[in-house]
């Protein structure tokens, strides 16, 4: 029965936006968001650099590019467990405004002059309305699945051809359907004040560059599956009961309110000094304690249905099983590096991660336990000898990176480490200050069946 932790799905949520960020470089626009009653505003220039114009009038220019935003794990950065920002295009799409404040009793805000009033008459199937706008349930549904298949396909690729596993995927929706409508919840309320803070012109400019980001997002998942034309994955999804439509609405809105949260926190980012830094070294001492360790990758050929190189349906071969597994380990065997030897994991690898980052990086924690041994005693810029898994279900290829006897990280090669655990405490704390604000003054309704669990 497919079993899947709420947090390893949200990592997958991560990646198209209602938890993180994208790399969205090519923006180079300048976005303005000014407060209404104030003359003064900023700006960012297609050069990244972030202008400030205050009450004083005095211009001031600070570089904007990898001031960063934490709580973001992406698919290019699988070492760190966040990764610096959401891209310097991000960077020029938003920038900095002052959280909201309430003075008030909670109320639906009316809409800014130029913007469309909120529509608050029933609608078929939604099941929550957040200052009058509907959620459906067929979007939290197709959000879900997409997260899902998302997930599936990062780590468990056989998965998705395993009917067994196709049927539990429903249940697994319908369990994390709470945690999605909360994050839809959340992103909504930030989504909004966006709206309001950010003038329609800006607002077009970034939903151009979000649009941009999930087609490219598309154009990946297109080539994973193997399909030629964006139909194909439609039809795909249909089969699925995921609408393309719903599903680029709310990424869209996702990208849109993730950056909007982090240029109210990215100036709290720049207070910390280097005094901060080396206090939170000497009180984390052992936190910057490193045994010895290895890094290594990791191909593994499936002898089971399901595996890439069979086609759907295809009843396993023990021959043909081992005749894949020798003609990708000659593969493996010619890479001169991580990077072509990554190459390879992402278009021949059955197992559990394409990018063909190995697991664990002790002798205890190394999965499969079963080539533990071997992975630890291979000499660093080596590949391993092709391993038949002990219970027959494929085979294991690997190739050692790198190892490193124990040490104690020194102060200055631990200070980008410490500042980005700095930023994340600081990003947990202002996100939940900032959305506890905007609930405060939020209409949140249920107006169907569906009730959050308390």
């Not at 698919?75 to 002052?98: C, E, I, K, M, T």
């Not at 349930?137 to 899902?148: G, I, P, T, Y």
């Not at 000659?330 to 697991?359: C, H, M, N, V, W």
């Amino acid at each position: 029965m497919l079993r899947i932790n709420v947090f390893a799905l949200a990592a997958s949520l991560a990646v198209w936006g209602c938890l993180s960020g994208a790399d969205l470089t090519g923006f180079q626009h300048v976005v303005r968001i000014c407060e209404p009653d104030k003359p003064a505003c900023a700006s960012v220039s297609s050069n990244g650099q972030l202008e400030n114009t205050f009450a004083l009038g005095a211009a001031q220019q600070i570089n904007a590019v990898g001031s960063g935003s934490v709580s973001v794990r992406s698919r290019d950065d699988r070492h760190d467990q966040y990764a610096d920002g959401f891209g310097s295009g991000w960077n020029n799409a938003l920038v900095q405004a002052p959280p909201p404040v309430p003075k008030t009793t909670p109320t639906i805000d009316a809409p800014q002059e130029g913007k469309s009033r909120l529509a608050t008459q029933p609608l078929s199937g939604v099941m929550v309305r957040v200052n009058g706008v509907p959620i459906l349930e067929q979007e939290v549904r197709s959000l879900a699945r997409w997260m899902m298949e998302d997930y599936l396909q990062r780590v468990r690729p056989a998965s998705l051809n395993d009917e067994n596993e196709r049927r539990a995927i429903e249940a697994e929706v319908s369990r994390y359907l709470p945690e999605v409508v909360r994050q839809l919840i959340d992103r909504e309320l930030l989504y909004q004040e966006a709206e309001k803070r950010v003038p329609p012109r800006g607002m077009e400019l970034v939903r151009k560059a979000a649009q941009q980001e999930i087609d490219k997002q598309l154009r990946w998942r297109r080539q994973q599956l193997g399909f030629r034309s964006e139909d194909e994955l439609r039809e795909y999804l249909e089969r699925q009961n995921i609408s393309l439509e719903m599903l680029r609405r709310q990424v869209e809105r996702s990208l849109i309110a993730d950056e909007y949260l982090r240029t109210l926190v990215r100036p709290k980012f720049e207070q910390i000094d280097r005094a901060q830094l080396w206090d939170y070294y000497q009180r984390n001492l052992k936190k910057f304690e490193r045994p010895e360790r290895v890094e290594w990758q990791y191909i593994f050929i499936s002898a089971r249905e399901g595996a890439r190189y069979l086609q759907p349906g295809e009843a396993p071969n023990p021959a043909k099983a081992r005749a894949q597994a020798e003609m990708v380990y000659a593969l493996a065997q010619k890479a001169k590096t991580a990077e072509e030897f990554a190459r390879i994991a992402e278009q021949y690898s059955d197992g559990p991660s394409r990018t063909g980052d190995g697991e664990g990086h002790d002798l205890a924690s190394i999965r499969p336990a079963e080539i533990a041994e071997l992975v630890w005693k291979t000499p660093p810029g080596q590949v391993g000898p092709l391993v038949p898994a002990q219970d027959g279900r494929g085979y294991h290829i690997f190739r050692v990176n790198k190892h490193e006897p124990a040490r104690i990280v020194p102060f200055e090669e631990a200070c980008l480490e410490i500042r980005r655990e700095l930023q994340n405490q600081i990003f947990q704390a202002e996100r939940e200050r900032i959305l506890r604000e905007l609930r405060a003054k939020a209409h949140i309704e249920y107006p169907g069946s569906y009730k959050p669990s308390r």
